[in-house]
C-alpha cells in the first residue's frame, strides 16, 4: 500500500503562484510514476502533470503547460507541483496520485482546494 496526502492548497489572487506537495509513505519502492489530476465543480477528474519516479521523463496537459512544473524530491518521498500565473480556470480540488504500472494509477490523495479569484 502507498499513503499520499496533499497539502499546499489555498486561495490566491490570478497571476500569483502557489506550490503543492504531495507526501508518499508505504511502499514507495513500488512507485512507477506520480502524478496530479485537478477536478473543477460539475466537471470531471482531468489529468494535470505527470513523472516517472526513476528518471526525468515529465508530461503536461496543454493547458497548464508552461506554467506549472512538477518535480519530486525522491529522498523525501515528496511530490510537488509549482503553480505559477495562476488562472481563475484553475480553480479546483488537486489530487495527487500513484502508478505501480505504466497504465493506471493506483492510489491516490485526498485533495487539496485551490482557489484563484480574478
Known amino acids: 500500500q502507498v499513503q499520499l496526502v496533499e497539502s499546499g492548497g489555498g486561495l490566491v489572487q490570478a497571476g500569483g503562484s502557489l506550490r503543492l506537495s504531495c507526501a508518499a509513505s508505504g511502499r514507495t519502492f513500488s512507485i512507477s510514476k506520480m502524478g496530479w489530476f485537478r477536478q473543477a465543480p460539475g466537471k470531471e477528474r482531468e489529468f494535470v502533470a505527470r513523472?516517472?519516479?526513476?528518471?526525468?521523463?515529465?508530461v503536461y496537459a496543454t493547458s497548464v503547460k508552461g506554467r506549472f512544473t512538477i518535480s519530486r524530491d525522491n529522498a523525501k518521498n515528496t511530490l510537488y507541483l509549482q503553480m505559477n500565473n495562476l488562472k481563475s480556470e484553475d480553480t479546483a480540488v488537486y489530487y495527487c496520485?500513484?502508478?505501480?504500472?505504466?497504465?493506471?494509477?493506483?492510489?491516490w490523495g485526498q485533495g487539496t482546494q485551490v482557489t484563484v479569484s480574478s
Open positions: 496520485a500513484a502508478g505501480l504500472r505504466q497504465n493506471k494509477y493506483d492510489y
Open positions: 513523472i516517472l519516479w526513476i528518471g526525468i521523463s515529465t
